[in-house]
């Protein structure tokens, strides 16, 4: 399984400035290698991902995991090319959320006056479904568990595995007072990657306290609690610059050697 990151921003997307780890929101991106995909979020680096999609040739399967629907996570949906070729279909899914059946938070989106195409008007064929009670299923050649996260309005992180490795996807979430999370270390026990919400430094957390993010320092204590082999830093804060990525890179390396900052397009096989 190949996994390629093609939008780790949180919040919000940049692209006034040129940045060695991308300007878009969350999206990665796990291809197997009959070419099916499973596509993390829809935020706005989902647009790059459809284009790759298409000069990549023949149609093939596609499944979109949503975390949460909050609004960097669900974005770029109106801007995802596949979802405009006539004959394709998307198997769509996330979980209960607040605001009702994943169709409508999609269409709602998509509806007038926030958007001019509708999403009755996409070509493809939109397969929404069913949130499995199951704790674990499959989507195509892909295995999903997953874990609540910590985070306002609700949300999921999910261990997705197939041909021998396993990703566990954990953004938006914060840690508890007490420490890291025990659902998620569940979730990610031996896993080969772990992406984690890392949007602040320690220091900067305390004036943040329940927007529903983390530091590096909870990342590498949860990456140590659950044996994972590699941590990705996730879901960067708009205002870091480069140089504080690096040095958040940095200061998460001294206690965790097999860590980085995500950044786009890089490619992780593990
Ligand atoms: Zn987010
Ligand atoms: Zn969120």
Known sequence: MEIRVFGARGSLPLGSRPSAFGGNTPCVACTAASGAVLILDAGTGIFPLGRQLAEAGPRR????????????HIQGFPFFG?????GGCLH?????????????????????????????ALHASLDFQKWPNAARWQMGPFLVSRAQTNH?????????????????????TEHFPSGIDTNLAALATGADLLFYDCTYFPEE???????????????????????????VLFHHEPSHEDEALEEMERQAAREFP???????QSVHIA
Do not use: K, N
């Open 152 to 172: 306002p309005g609700g949300g999921f992180a999910y261990r997705i595995q197939c041909e021998g490795t396993s990703l566990v996807y954990a953004t938006d």
């Open 258 to 264: 097999r860590v980085w900052a995500a950044r786009e």
């Open 205 to 231: 957390y305390p004036a943040h306290i329940g927007h529903g993010h983390s530091t590096w320092r909870h990342g590498v204590e949860l990456a140590h609690a659950a044996g994972v082999r590699q941590l």
């Open 61 to 72: 399967d596609i499944y979109l995991l949503f975390s949460h629907v909050h609004w960097d």
């Open 92 to 120: 769509i899914m996330g979980g209960p959320t607040a605001g009702g059946t994943w169709e409508q938070a999609l269409c709602g989106q998509m509806q007038h006056p926030y958007f001019p195409v509708p999403l009755s």
């Open 82 to 86: 596949p979802a405009y070729d006539a």
